[in-house]
């Protein structure tokens, strides 16, 4: 049974910088296409970045810049650093992950979400 649980989120002061985790269980990481998603109060869902299974990495122009996505297949966990912190970046943050060929906005599965709120 594959499980994502992320780690590292809480309350940061704008500026600064975070990085979650996300380790996977039950298979490998590299099997997958593991994305990130936010979602803050009142609004939807948004894609904020993903790694291919041969570590090809995508962002949208929203986050380019500021967030930088990584995979550790040794430790079998992807980890979003976010810098430049901004109260817009308040949100829970999910890890997911595709083995299917569904495209980035329907993965397999998804993590539980972790929360991340920066402070003015």
């Known amino acids: 049974q594959v499980q994502l649980v992320e780690s590292g989120g809480g309350l940061v002061q704008a500026g600064g910088s975070l990085r979650l985790s996300c380790e996977v269980s039950?298979?490998?990481?590299?099997?997958?296409?593991m994305g990130w998603f936010r979602q803050a109060p009142g609004k939807e869902r948004e894609f904020v970045g993903g790694?291919?299974?041969?570590?090809?990495?995508y962002y949208p122009d929203s986050v380019k810049g500021r967030f930088t996505i990584s995979r550790d297949d040794a430790k079998n966990t992807v980890n979003l650093q976010i810098a430049s912190l901004k109260p817009e970046d308040t949100a829970l943050y999910y890890c997911?992950?595709?083995?299917?060929?569904?495209?980035?906005?329907?993965?397999?599965?998804w993590g539980q979400g972790i929360q991340v709120t920066v402070s003015s």
């Open positions: 997911t992950a595709t083995a299917s060929a569904n495209d980035w906005y329907s993965p397999d599965y």
């Open positions: 790694i291919s299974r041969i570590g090809l990495l």
């Open positions: 039950g298979r490998t990481i590299s099997s997958f296409r």
